[in-house]
C-alpha cells in the first residue's frame, strides 16, 4: 500500500510542479541535505544520509497544501523513501491566533517502517514559539503528544538567523528529547542554506528506535523556484 501511496504522490507533485510554477501563490522547493544520524518523534530513522528533496506547497481554503517526498542514500547503501501530505491554516480560538496543521507521513527506515497521522498548533509568546502536537503511528498504534519551543536569534553576521530549539515527545512507551541548534542563511533569493547541531535521547530499551545519547550535525541547501 505504502509503494502505491508513493507512487500517486511522485505523480501528483511532479505533475502538479510543472504546473504550480505558473501560479503566483504557489511554490515548489528542491533541497539536498546530509546528516551523520535522523531522527523523527524521538525514534532512530536513519543513520549516515544524503538525502533529496522535493516539496509542493499551494494555497487552498484559505490555508497551505504541502506535498513532500523525500529520497534518501545511507551508509548501507540502501535507498529510503519518505513521504508527507499535510494542510496548515491560521485560526482564532477565544480571540487568540495559532497555526493549525494536519498530516499524514511516512517514513521507509532500516529501524522499521513507519506511517503516521497528526494535528498540531503553534503559537507564538513573546519571543518564544511554541508547538504542541498529537499524533497515532498507524504501524505500532502507539499515541504521542509532541511539545516543542524555539527562538529566532539574529547574529553580527547579516541574515543569519540561528534558532535554539527543543521537543520532547511523551508516549506510552517512551520519552524522547532533542534540544539544540538550527541556522539559516540566505544565499539568494531563491537559494539557501541551513545546519542544524542537536542532541537527542530517548528511553526505548530493547527498541529498534533506542537512541542514545546521539549527537545529530547536519546540512542542507535548498532552492525555491
Known amino acids: 500500500m505504502k509503494k502505491f501511496i508513493l507512487t500517486l504522490l511522485m505523480g501528483a507533485i511532479l505533475g502538479s510542479a510543472a504546473y504550480s ?19 523523527d518523534r524521538g525514534l532512530a530513522v536513519r543513520e549516515d544520509s544524503l538525502g533529496y528533496s522535493l516539496d509542493l506547497t499551494a494555497p487552498l481554503a484559505g490555508g497551505d497544501l504541502s ?17 508527507s ?14 497555526d493549525a496543521t494536519a498530516s499524514f507521513a511516512g517514513f521507509d527506515s532500516v529501524f522499521g517502517d513507519r506511517e503516521e497521522i497528526a494535528i498540531g498548533l503553534a503559537y507564538k509568546i513573546s519571543l518564544i514559539d511554541a508547538s504542541a502536537s498529537v499524533w497515532h503511528d498507524l504501524d505500532n498504534e ?8 524555539s527562538t529566532s536569534v539574529a547574529t553580527p ?50 527498541s529498534s528506535f533506542e537512541v542514545e545519547d546521539e549527537w545529530i550535525i547536519g546540512a542542507g541547501i535548498g532552492y525555491k523556484f
Do not use: M, R
Not at 142 to 149: F, I, N, R
Open 21 to 39: 510554477t505558473t501560479l503566483a501563490d504557489a511554490s515548489v522547493d528542491v533541497g539536498f541535505s546530509a546528516s551523520n544520524f535522523t531522527t
Open 67 to 83: 506535498i513532500g517526498l523525500g529520497l534518501y542514500d545511507t551508509d548501507g547503501d540502501s535507498e529510503d523513501t519518505d513521504f
Open 85 to 98: 501530505i499535510a494542510y496548515s491554516k491560521g485560526i482564532d480560538v477565544f480571540g487568540q491566533k495559532f
Open 142 to 149: 502507539w499515541y504521542g503528544v509532541e511539545l516543542g519551543a
Open 157 to 206: 553576521i547579516n541574515d543569519l538567523i540561528v534558532v535554539p530549539f527543543i521537543a520532547v515527545n511523551l508516549v506510552d512507551e517512551y520519552t524522547a528529547i532533542e534540544a539544540g541548534l538550527k541556522a539559516s542563511y540566505p544565499i539568494s533569493d531563491q537559494l539557501s542554506a541551513s545546519a542544524k547541531l542537536s542532541y537527542n535521547n530517548n528511553d526505548f530499551e530493547g
